[in-house]
């Protein structure tokens, strides 16, 4: 298995219409994390003038399944996402960094940690993991 | 507490700005389920021209934060999302239906089931669950 | 694909030697339900009096396992168990019904309630889902 | 708040009766981890003789649970469990190890690792998360 490389990532990533749209990149893709962010737009947040839950989830669904690709190439299927909200996401910019917590050589689970950052200020607003396996 | 009602439920997806800019509406919300629908766009997918597993994320989310509220009454914050992946989805439209699993005075935990309309066709394509409690 | 039966299920809960110290028997095989009971113990309790959380996390992933062999066939693996819990344990007795909530070929998601029944009265103390694939 | 101390802790591992039936004890409780250990004994297997999924379930629960408190202080209640398989687990002796992956000043979210060993040497079989919230 070759590892795909950041470069091959941000192609992935270009290739998906729903992240282009959104305005996701890449900006970070190693062993230790995949590293996914988003300018936050008006047209992002919820009825309280938060960032919808949603678009979270989206972000962690991203990340979880790009850290997973470090881990068992770039053929993979992810089945499953969780996320756990801490606080309100609100601000400038999303950061979702992901990461391997335990894989086997057909399948990997990963987690991720998101931040917003707000006025300069970067802050944890939802953690999560998913299930990732090999496509056969 | 008074259980909100389908206007209501509306009135709070139209105040959504990430809702309405995705074109989400909830076409029922009574005891048995909130029903969120979508229609689908080119800029909804990913790489291999499927609906992007990050926007069913968001759906879920949105589909179980809604159901919690049918429960514990508007003012409720959703803690947890999960969705797991059955089948790819595409077609012209997504319906995620929502319900309760099971509840306290306090918390819920929801159910969500999203469905891809393919050829008019509708097919089972990820299942999900959430935990909401009322805020405090 | 020969779905197990009601007997067959009996026959591998003893063959488990962790459930048949603990007590645990299948009382409901069907396309609706795996059901399994356990009659409460002393040695089940926590620090509290009540039963151990991690005995209702022990008895929700044998149903749900029972429930995807009704959907899979016998020869499947779980992959994850979810479980929320809703009230403190108490009582004479848990019972443990898990059904499917949605399922491939290959795979299955299946739902788990969790009951204690105390003075004679059942009430429901935890939900919970897991994920189960056909072995390959 | 106080952090609860590794003599803290085991006292109220010493309060469950289920885990002294277990014999589940605490080895290391820090700000780092709470790392819980069982013996293995021939009661806790399945019937393909691997260690039963419900007694990592448990162990995870219980884990999750102790890291938990090294964050928010000892009066707590776990809402939510999930642990996913990687490998069967076999062996003498199996070790949980749990730590904060996120948390609020009310809220929890933690992860365990639980490795076997078997014939002195480790491996990981399984990966989870809970939530933890302070009693009310």
């Known amino acids: 298995m070759t590892k795909p490389t950041l470069d091959q990532a941000r192609a992935v990533l270009q290739a998906q219409p729903f992240s282009t749209m959104l305005g996701t990149v890449i900006t ?8 996914l962010e988003l300018e936050v737009r008006p047209d992002f947040l919820q009825q309280h003038g938060y960032i919808h839950g949603g678009l979270l989830c989206y972000l962690a669904d991203n990340a979880l399944t790009f850290a997973a690709g470090r881990v068992l190439g770039r053929e993979i299927l992810t089945s499953g996402v969780t ?19 335990g894989a086997t050589a057909k399948t990997a689970v990963t987690l991720v940690e998101i931040s917003a950052v707000k006025d300069g200020s970067e802050y944890l607003c939802a953690v999560g993991s998913g299930t990732s396996a090999k496509r056969v």
């Open 83 to 101: 996320l756990n909200y801490l606080r309100p996401a609100q601000g400038e910019r999303l950061i979702a960094r992901a990461a391997a917590q």
């Open 28 to 35: 970070e893709y190693s062993d230790d994390a995949a590293t």
